[in-house]
């Protein structure tokens, strides 16, 4: 029987979507967001997915000095892949969005593949007090946001990135995104191998069943062939299930608390290296072997961690 493929842990250790509200695990303060990240590493995690917070109340940040205050501290305490979001949050301009990437260089970073709505809305009604002012109106308001990423917003990351050969995770919500990203490629603004991650369960794209991953992935084989590396998130309680799935289908997985806050159905996860504990005991109980950090270098074509710039 031929050997299966690693699989590659990312672990997104706080995101944009979630609040101090909602999750007292939920990092925020440099010092926390790193000891998270180192943590989620020495579990098992080749991938740290990272965005920056402001210190003082947890808001979203793509102000890269907010990066600085966690970069070097976690790449000094592990040898896992850095990969920096330019999602940012839903309000910013593309130009301020890849600010932390264009400055720190690092191995990987997002790259989200088309326009859509993203809404976290349904979550407000869950809470009556909030810890921040700026809360309850960010996730109320988000039933208003269009996150923007044009084909024009795609070409100007590719461009303004391309000297610094930073592997993108091209995040892709819908089978649309996929065609979006072979026509990106036809125009040559990536080369393979690409690295896709297929999302399920945000409110504006697809949902998080298991027949929608096999219509993802097979539409990917056809757009793609072999040149391409892919990877399932499933956003909110759907993240374990799809993720061992996407595993025993020879893909790679992302687990960390920006996409959910459980550990189990209405359980609160107490950290982002439990979450990363639990699917490398599945990953490893279904017999596959999880990849350590430079075998996710070598599986991705990654350009090393002594060419970033932090
Ligand atoms: N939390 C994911 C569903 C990005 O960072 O560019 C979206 C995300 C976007 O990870
Ligand atoms: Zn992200």
Known sequence: MAKRPKTIITCAITGAIHTPTMSDALPYRPEDIAAQAVAAAEAGAAILHLHARRPTDGGVSINPQDFAAFLPQIKQATGA???????????????????PALTFSPEMCSLNMGSMNFSFHPLAKRYDTWKFDWEKDYVENSDTY???NTFADIANVAKTLAPHDIKFEHECYDVGHLYNLR????IGLFKAPIFLQFIFGILGGIGPEVDNLVFMKRTADRLFGDDYRWSVLGAGGAQMGLAATASQMGGHVRVGLEDSLLIARGQLATSNAQQVAKIRRIVEDLGCDV????EAREILGLKGADKTAF
């Not at 920096?84 to 600010?99: D, H, M, Q, V, Y």
């Not at 026509?183 to 036809?186: G, L, Q, S, T």
């Not at 990849?291 to 430079?294: F, H, K, R, Y």
């Open 81 to 99: 892949v850095v990969n920096i979001s330019t999602g940012g949050s839903l309000k910013n301009t593309i130009e301020e969005r890849i600010a």
């Open 146 to 148: 269009i996150f923007r």
């Open 183 to 186: 026509f990106c490629m036809d």
């Open 291 to 294: 990849a350590t950090p430079d």
